[in-house]
Each structure stands twice: as C-alpha cells, then as structure tokens.
DNA sequence: AAGTCGGGGAC
DNA sequence: GTCCCAGACTT
C-alpha cells in the first residue's frame, strides 16, 4: 500500500516543517541593523520601535537613536525632549516615554541589571506579552513563542483556523500551539530566537496580508491548509474595524516680530509632550476663519484682527482623520500668550522651530509655512 | 471586549 | 478610500 510522504505524523506533529522553515530563514533573512547584536538593550529598542511600525520605517530612527543613546544609562539620563526629538515622526509617543521609564527602573531600582527572563521583561512599562517574549528569546535564547501581526496570520493560514485573530481567546490558541511547537522541535527549542523571527519573516516577505501571497516559496507550504484548499485569500478572519471619524480644524501660525507661537502638548495625552500651533475644530456650520478666531481666543486670548490663508493639510490619525486649514496671524507686539489647553506657550524663531519635537501633521504646516515664504 | 494611541506604505 | 504594520494600555 503506498503511504504519504508524511503518513508517519499526526496532523499536529509539524516538526519537519519547523525544520525547512529554520532552513528557508538561514537562506532568506534581511540582513537588519538588530540582526547584528545580542545586546538585549539594542533589541529592546527595536521591539518597542517595531510595535506597529514597519521595518523599513524603523531602520533610520533606529540607527539614529542608538548613535545618540548607545546604553541603558544614556538613555535613563537623557532629557525628555531630546527623546521625543529622537522619535518625531515614529507616532505612538507613549513608547519612548515607557521606554525611558522602563530604563530608569532598570537602572535605579535593579542595579542596572535588565530583566533575565521574558517574565521579567514583562514587569516593565511598555513591554507586553510580544515584545518579552521577543527580547527574551532573540537576545536571551530563551524559549517562549511570539505572537505578533505576522506570526497570527502565518498560523491562521497554515493550520486554517477561522477564528478570529483579534479575539484574545484566538492569540492564546495559537501561543499555546506554538510553545508546543517550540518544545517539541530540538532545532527550534535551541534557537528560539531564530524559529520566531523565521515565523515573522515569513509572515512579512512570503506569508504576506491580502489574497496572493508567495505560496510557492514557502517552506511551510507542503502542510499547509490554506494554501491546500486555497483559502488563503479568506484567512486570517479578522473584524472589520469600524469607519473613522473625520473632523475639520484650525490652526494659526501666530507671529509676533520674528517669532512664532507654539504651544507643547499636555504629557498624558495624544501627542504627549510635543509642540504644535494653536488651534482647534471646526464647530458644526463654522467657516475655517470663524474657528481659528474663537479657538485662538479661546486657547491664548488673541484677538483675531486679520487671518491670511496658508494652506490645507489633510492627515490621518489612527482613529480619526482631520483636515486642517492653516492661516497666518499677525499679533501685536504687546501681546502676550496666555494658554488655556497646553502645558506651556512660547516664542520661537522660524530657525529655531526645528529644534522643538513636533507631530507630523505640525511638521506639513512649517513646510507649507516654509514654502510660502520662499514664494515672498 | 472595545477604545486609545501615529504614521506611512501598498493596493 | 481600505488594510496593515515585530502592540501596549486603559476602562
């Protein structure tokens, strides 16, 4: 009687997958700049930077971010603005926040010692049941399973799960498949490092979102359910997120002699600890003029004589989208800025403007600001 | 379980 | 426009 190929496993006995997809990483890994440390400070780093953020975007702000703060001291020391100077434009400030937090913990309260164990990890702000288990792992062998964006939908697809992977319940199916995975696999048990970054890698290069992913290279495609019954286009099953708001706001770029208005955000709130100009939304049924005139006299007590249009900048936030409508103000010289809404106001020099932590949406308007002026 | 928290790339 | 990304935290 002929037998499969596999006939001597049982349908949850993936080790020789496990084995080719060790191989298929060796051969195909991105050579990137935390592939070429253990030192559990550098892939910390990186986790937090990669939390929701691809990798290409992250690389810059990586290299950059260590050459200014090579060691868990130096960043436990540095200023707050320096920090989020460091992370303008990576969005999700908390984290550098958290991180910097987490460093001071480390090296105040545990001797400058990092956390041995992924549990440890764990313990700190900002660190979850992701990024323990990935520092722990990659920079610490030790063997715990990641369960991130990539590993959720390589594991839907390859054991044709359809539940779906936004549900808690779904993440732990998988987790606890995974550490069965990992333990029950000699060569992934001892480089657990190398099994959760293969899973990952595969998730980014081959096992990819949408409906035609690279089946024909991948190494978990003899086994593979998804791909069998071609399902792949259907799986993950994930909730549809529900539409985003869009609001339309003001803002004015106040100038008074040489200088510029800029306010800094309050630090537990969105875009903690970051600098913007004044303004607000528009109200329902108010122009963009009649906005900035009441938000400007509402959040720094300016009255609005003249507002010339700057421009439009249309961004979009993760739970809503805004449409800004930018205007330059002339104040009086004898006006002084009283804020309402920020922690801080102060006077800037155009040139001195790119020294100060901004948000992206911010950083349109100064280039719009910056463009006009050439235009003069 | 659902909402908050950025920004950008791919389609 | 939509979806997704080496998620964490709060309520």
Redesign the pocket.
């Known amino acids: 009687m002929p037998t499969p190929a596999h006939s001597s496993r049982s349908p949850t006995d993936h080790r020789p997958q496990t084995t080719s997809l060790l191989a298929w990483y060796r051969a195909h890994r991105r050579d990137?700049p935390?592939?070429r440390t253990r030192d559990p400070y550098r892939i910390w780093v990186?986790?937090i930077m990669?939390?929701?953020?691809?990798?290409?975007?992250v690389i810059p702000y990586y290299e950059r971010f260590l050459r200014a703060l090579p060691d868990l001291q130096a960043l436990a020391a540095a200023p707050e603005q320096a920090l989020l100077k460091l992370w303008e434009?990576?969005?999700?400030?908390?984290r550098a926040r958290?991180l910097q937090a987490a460093a001071k913990r480390i090296v105040h309260d545990l001797d400058g010692c990092v956390p041995a164990t992924a549990a440890g990890w764990r313990e700190l702000?900002?660190?979850?049941?992701?990024?323990?288990a990935?520092i722990a792992s990659i920079a610490q062998n030790e063997p715990v399973p990641v369960v991130?964006?990539?590993v959720l939908?390589v594991a839907a697809r390859v054991w044709g799960l359809t539940d779906d992977i936004a549900?808690?319940?779904t993440r732990e199916q998988i987790r606890t498949r995974l550490q069965a995975l990992m333990d029950n696999t000699p060569a992934a048990h001892a480089a657990p490092g190398d099994f959760n970054?293969a899973l990952?890698?595969l998730?980014?290069l081959v096992c990819i979102?949408?409906d035609s992913p690279r089946c024909a290279e991948c190494p978990l495609q003899p086994d593979c359910i998804a791909c069998r019954d071609d399902r792949t286009a259907e799986l993950p099953v994930?909730a549809?997120?529900?539409?985003v708001p869009h609001y339309h706001v003001a803002v004015g770029i106040v100038r008074r002699g040489n200088s510029i208005l800029v306010q800094k955000r309050p630090a537990a709130?969105?875009?903690g600890g970051l600098w913007e100009f004044p303004g607000g939304k528009l109200q329902s049924g108010e122009t963009p003029a009649a906005a900035l005139r009441r938000e400007l006299c509402e959040e720094i007590g300016l009255e609005v004589i003249d507002a010339e249009p700057l421009g439009i900048v249309a961004?979009?936030?993760?739970?809503f989208r805004v449409t800004i409508h930018a205007f330059l103000v002339i104040a009086p010289s004898r006006f002084r800025a009283r804020p309402t809404a920020a922690d801080e106001a102060r006077w800037v020099t155009p040139a001195a403007l790119p020294l100060l932590p901004m948000?992206?949406?911010t950083l349109r308007i100064l280039a719009l600001l910056e463009k006009n002026a050439l235009a003069r």
Do not use: C, F
């Open positions: 990137l935390w592939r990186s986790e990669l939390q929701q953020t691809r990798v290409d975007t434009g990576l969005g999700y400030y908390r958290h702000p900002g660190i979850g049941d992701y990024t323990a990935a991130d964006g990539n939908r549900l808690p319940r970054q990952m890698e998730g980014a979102p949408g994930k549809r997120r529900r539409a709130k969105m875009l961004h979009a936030y993760s739970h948000p992206a949406a």
